[in-house]
């Protein structure tokens, strides 16, 4: 079945560091591709969002690319902040279903 | 901008017991959904409802799980006879429409701790 695999966590960084977190998945057909970030205490928002190869999401300073070919989605941001700091979730859905499939999270911590 | 708001954000019960967690979903979205995430394990789908019935669902979601629309903004799952594996992060959320153009919409959560 469909599955979405991320790097273990946590991920600490120093703040303007260069942050990657991998995102690699498991899936019939071209599904669509999202990330979305819960901050501490609160739920799930959707980060940005990718709906077939090739395509670039972007938001709030964060990328990710869509490829197909090494069915990855790798969320990165050039130059992270204290206020980054949370948990990342890679998350995808297809043509023919309601349920998005998660990965398992990846705590990011950004040190001042 | 609008939200999926969830009450209570923590509900503690005894095991055997009903509980009923709370939901309203954004005004203007048509589908809704449950998940929920055991400690330190992935976001799990429970069950997706679309025009008063339920349109996918998990294997998760067996006879002791029941969502309700009991009005025009409420969304409620209900889990009949509480087990201790119950225990988890609920989250309920709503989309406009269906696929990955129509994000879906998530609540902060209900914490649900069975003793």
């Known amino acids: 079945g469909d599955s979405v695999t991320q790097m273990e966590g946590p991920v600490t960084l120093s703040e303007e560091a260069f942050l990657t977190i991998n995102c690699t998945y498991t899936a019939t057909g071209y599904p669509s591709l999202f990330w979305y970030v819960q901050y501490p205490g609160e739920g799930l928002q959707l980060l940005l969002k990718a709906t077939k190869a090739d395509d670039k999401g972007s938001n709030k300073g964060f990328e990710a690319t869509y490829r197909k070919e090494t069915t990855s989605f790798h969320l990165e941001k050039g130059s992270v902040q204290v206020s980054d700091s949370a948990v990342y979730f890679c998350a995808l859905t297809h043509s023919g279903t309601y349920k998005y499939i998660f990965g398992t999270g990846t705590r990011l911590k950004v040190l001042a | 901008e609008p939200e999926v708001t969830q009450t209570p954000s923590h509900q503690v019960t005894q095991m055997g017991q009903e509980v009923i967690l709370r939901c309203v979903p954004i005004s203007n979205h048509l589908y809704f959904y449950w998940y929920r995430q055991i400690l330190g394990q992935k976001v799990e789908f429970l069950v997706s409802f679309y025009n008063n019935e339920i349109s996918e669902k998990s294997e998760i979601f067996d006879d002791q799980f029941s969502v309700e629309r009991p009005d025009g903004s409420n969304f409620t799952l209900k889990i009949r006879s509480t087990k201790l594996e119950d225990s988890a992060m609920y989250f309920c959320?709503?989309?406009?429409?269906?696929?990955?153009?129509?994000?879906?919409?998530f609540g902060d959560g209900t914490r649900l701790s069975i003793l």
């Open positions: 959320a709503s989309s406009r429409g269906a696929g990955g153009n129509q994000p879906q919409h």
